[in-house]
C-alpha cells in the first residue's frame, strides 16, 4: 500500500514534468513560424483587438494568414475612424545591408498597404516610410531579435 | 573649409627609376615591409611656435615627421624605424647623410627635412634617400599656411609611397562617414569628415535627423547622402565648403543609395515607389532626371565604372540579391555573381579592374573583390557583420563598418570603422571619437 501510494506520487510527478516540458517547447515553438514572428511580445494596439504591426520572414514581403488577419482587423477599425490618416512604416533586420534593407522595409510597408486598400481604405489616408534596419524594436542579436525587427507597423499620422 | 594654398618648388626630382634599388612591391601581401627611417625634421632658427584652435604647436618639425611614421607603419607597406637609434643630427642628414651609419640600423630609404615657421607661411623641404644605393631619390619644397601642417605631412607621405611603390598614395585624402551614438534601438547619426588618418574630424549634421550613407564626388567638395529630414527620406547634396544643403530632384516617394558619377556631373540612386525600386540619375547642371532600370523587383546600391560606360547594381530579380552589371544607360544587363550567398553593395575600383563587395552567406558577412565579369572572387575578410566597402583613390585600400553582436538590451553592439588592403593583409582599426558607419574615401586633395 505504501509502495504504491509513492509510485502514484512518482508518476504524478513524472507526468506533471512531461507537462511542464511540452508547455514550455509550445511556448517557444509558438514565438515564431518558419523564422515569422508569431508571438507579442512587442506588439502594440491601436484600439481593442486591433494590434499595429505585422512579422515577416527574412527578406520576404509576404503577408502571413496571421499577418492579413491583423490587417483585416486594422481595416476595419480604419473604417470607423473615418478622420485618421496613417504611416505605415517597413522595417527589416540587422542581417541585410543597408541600402538593400531600406528597399525592403519599402517593399514590406507596401504591402500592407495594398491589403488595406483592398479592403476599402482609400490609398490617400495611408503613407509609407522605410526605416530599413535603422530603427529596431529588439536590441538583440538572435533568431528571435530578428524576427521581432521585420515587420511594418501602422500608426496614426499626426 | 580653408583651401589650402599650397605652392610646390621643385628643387630637384631625381627621375632614374632603373638606378634605384628601394623598390616596394605591393601587389602581393606585404609580409616583409619596408624599414625607413623617418628622421625629425629639423626646424630652421628664428621659427615661430604654430597656434591653432587655440593649442600651440612646437616643434612642428618632429610632429611632421610623427604624422609619417604612422601613414607609413599603417600602409603596411613600411617599417618606420625608431628614433633613438638614430645617429645623425636632423639637420646635417638632411644635408649629406653618412649613408653606411643608416644602413647600419638597416634603413633601406631615409626621409630628411627642415621646416621654417613664420606668421603665415610654412616652408617645408623635404628629401627621400636611397641608403643602400647612397643616392638622392627625391627632394621637394612646399609653402603653405602654418595650420596646414598635417596636410604637409601626408603629401611628403604620398610622394614618397609614389616613389616607392611607383603608384599614387592615399595619405593627402579624408574619409566622410556616419558618426553614431546612443541606443541601438534609437541611434542618433551625424554626418562626420576626418583627415584618413582619423585626425581633424569635424561634424556637419547636428543629429536632429537620421543620415545615411554619405558618398564624396570624386571631383570637389560636394558629398551626397540620405537624409530624413522632415521624416521624408530623399538624397541630399551638401557643399562641404559652404554647408549649402539641397535635396537632388522632386520625387514622390523615398530617394536612396546616392553616387556620383565619375565626372561629378550626375547623382546615380534608387527611388523607391509602389514597393518598386529602380535607378535613376538626374544631372546636376540640367535637373534632367533619367529611368536606368525598369523592374518589379529592387534596384539599388548602383556604382558607375571610372569611364562611366558601365554601372554595377544589385537587384533581387532572381529572386536574392545578387549583382548585376548593364551600360550607363541601362541596355545589356548580365548577372555576374553566381555564388553561394547573397552579394550587396558593389563599387567599382577606380582603377577600373575590380569590383569590391559586401557577401552574405550561412550568416557570415564578407568583404571581398571580383573582376567587372564576375569572375576571380576573393574574400577578404570574414566576420559577424560588415559591409558597404569604399576604396582608397588608388584602389589598394577597402574602408568600411563592422558591427558587433548584442544582447536585447543592445549590450556589446558597435560600430566601427576598418580598412583592409586589396590583398587581404593588413586590416586595420580606424579609430574614431564616437562609433562609425558607411565610410566613403574621397579622392587624393592635391596631385
Known sequence: ????????????????????????????????????????????????????????????????????????????????????????????????????????????????????????????????????????????????????????VTVKAD | MKKLILTVFCIFLFNGKALSLVQVDITRGNLDPL????????????????????????????????????????????????KDSFVQNPDIAHVKPRFEDWRLIKAQALVTGKVKVTDDKLRVEFRLWDTVAAKEMIALAFSTTPNNWRRVAHIISDKVYKRLT??????????????????????????????????????????????????????????????????????????????????????????????????????????????????????????????ITDHTSIDTSPSYSPDGKYIVFNSDRSGLQQIYVMRSDGSQVKRITFGKGLYGTPVWSPRGDLIAFTKVHKGKFYIGVMRTDGSGERLLTENFYQEAPSWSPNGRVLIFYRETKSDSQGKGFSAKLWSIDLTGYNERLIETETDGSDPSWSSLLSK
Open chain 1, 1 to 152: 500500500m505504501i509502495l504504491g501510494m509513492d509510485f502514484k506520487k512518482f508518476l504524478m510527478v513524472v507526468l506533471a514534468g512531461i507537462a511542464l516540458s511540452a508547455c514550455a517547447t509550445q511556448k517557444k515553438a509558438g514565438m515564431m513560424a518558419g523564422d515569422v514572428y508569431t508571438g507579442s511580445d512587442t506588439v502594440e494596439y491601436l484600439a481593442t483587438g486591433v494590434k499595429d504591426r505585422v512579422f515577416f520572414a527574412t527578406n520576404k514581403s509576404t503577408l502571413t494568414t496571421a499577418s492579413r488577419d491583423t490587417l483585416r482587423k486594422q481595416a476595419a477599425w480604419m473604417r470607423k475612424k473615418k478622420d485618421l490618416k496613417f504611416t505605415i512604416e517597413g522595417h527589416a533586420d540587422e542581417r541585410g545591408t543597408r541600402e538593400y534593407n531600406l528597399a525592403l522595409g519599402e517593399r514590406r510597408a507596401n504591402a500592407v498597404k495594398d491589403y488595406l486598400m483592398t479592403y476599402g481604405i482609400n490609398g490617400s489616408r495611408l503613407s509609407v516610410i522605410s526605416y530599413g534596419k535603422e530603427r529596431p524594436v529588439n536590441s538583440g542579436s538572435s533568431p528571435l531579435a530578428w524576427s521581432q525587427n521585420r515587420r511594418s
Open chain 2, 166 to 291: 611607383g603608384e599614387e598614395g592615399y595619405f593627402d585624402t579624408r574619409i566622410i562617414y556616419v558618426s553614431e551614438t546612443g541606443p541601438k534601438t534609437q541611434r542618433y547619426k551625424k554626418l562626420a569628415i576626418m583627415d584618413q588618418d582619423g585626425a581633424n574630424v569635424k561634424y556637419l549634421t547636428l543629429g536632429n535627423e537620421l543620415v545615411l550613407t554619405p558618398r564624396f564626388s570624386p571631383k570637389n567638395q560636394l558629398v551626397t547622402y540620405l537624409s530624413y529630414f522632415r521624416n521624408l527620406p530623399r538624397v541630399y547634396l551638401l557643399d562641404i565648403e559652404t554647408g549649402v544643403q539641397e535635396v537632388v530632384g522632386d520625387f514622390p516617394g523615398m530617394t536612396f543609395a546616392p553616387r556620383f558619377s565619375p565626372d561629378g556631373k550626375k547623382i546615380i540612386m534608387s527611388f523607391a515607389k509602389d514597393g518598386n525600386s529602380d535607378i535613376y540619375t538626374m544631372n546636376l547642371e540640367t535637373r534632367v532626371v533619367e529611368k
Open chain 2, 35 to 82: 624599414p625607413i627611417a623617418v628622421s625629425p625634421l629639423h626646424v630652421e632658427s628664428g621659427s615661430k611656435d604654430i597656434k591653432q584652435d587655440g593649442k600651440i604647436i612646437k616643434n612642428v618639425g618632429e610632429k611632421i615627421s610623427k604624422v609619417i611614421e604612422v601613414n607609413f607603419r599603417r600602409s603596411g607597406l613600411f617599417n618606420p624605424l625608431k
